[in-house]
Each structure stands twice: as C-alpha cells, then as structure tokens.
Nanobody, 124 residues
C-alpha cells in the first residue's frame, strides 16, 4: 500500500507562484508519479508526470513552460513548481502513483494510488 499526502496549496494572485509537495509512505518510492487537477464543474485532468527515476517528464499543453515536476526519491517526495499562475489554474490538485504502467501516463485510470488533494486558488 502507498499513502500520498499533498501540501502547499493556497490562495495566490495571478502571476504568482506556488510549490506543491506530495509525500509518499511505503516501502518503495520507485513508481511513476503524476499530478492531476479538478476545477469546479470540470473533470479531473492531467497536469504533469515524472518517471520512476526522474529522467523523463511530461506536461499538459496548458502548463508547459510554467509548471515543473520533480522528485526526490530519498525523501519520497514529488514536487510541482507552479509559476505564472492564472485564474484558470484554480482547482484541487491531486498527486497519484502508478506501478508498472507504460510511459507516458496521462490518464487518471492508469494510476493506482491517490492523495486527498490540495486546493489552489488563483485570484485575478
């Protein structure tokens, strides 16, 4: 079993930055990690993913050039650095873990474990 706990969400003005963290518990951290978000009245959508050892990353077009995903396997933590935030980035952000799926992993159904989510609100 893997437990994921997100932190770092909050209220920020447009153009600002936030860094989300996702701490994992469990015997191993060697799995693909992803970030998804779900805005009000919207379906959950892919944001970014990082491969097991951090060598590959993947981003949704809407966040490319603004968001950066990274991981520290020694700390069992995944990060999402969000810069140049826009009001349309407002959502609950979830981290997720996948065991053994084929890269890239952009569908929520491909992930095995999920965190509880952290709210990000960007004011205009």
């Amino acid at each position: 079993q893997v437990q994921l706990v997100e932190s770092g969400g909050g209220l920020v003005q447009a153009g600002g930055s936030l860094r989300l963290s996702c701490a994992a518990s469990g015997r191993t951290f060697i799995y693909t990690m992803g970030w998804f978000r779900q805005g009000p009245g919207k379906e959950r959508e892919f944001v970014a993913a990082v491969s097991r050892l951090g060598g590959s990353t993947d981003y949704a077009d809407s966040v490319k050039g603004r968001f950066t995903i990274s991981r520290d396997n020694a700390k069992k933590t995944t990060y999402l650095q969000m810069n140049s935030l826009k009001p349309e980035d407002t959502a609950v952000y979830y981290c997720a873990a996948d065991f053994g799926g084929l890269w890239p992993l952009e569908r929520a159904s491909q992930y095995d474990f999920w965190g509880q989510g952290t709210q990000v609100t960007v004011s205009s």
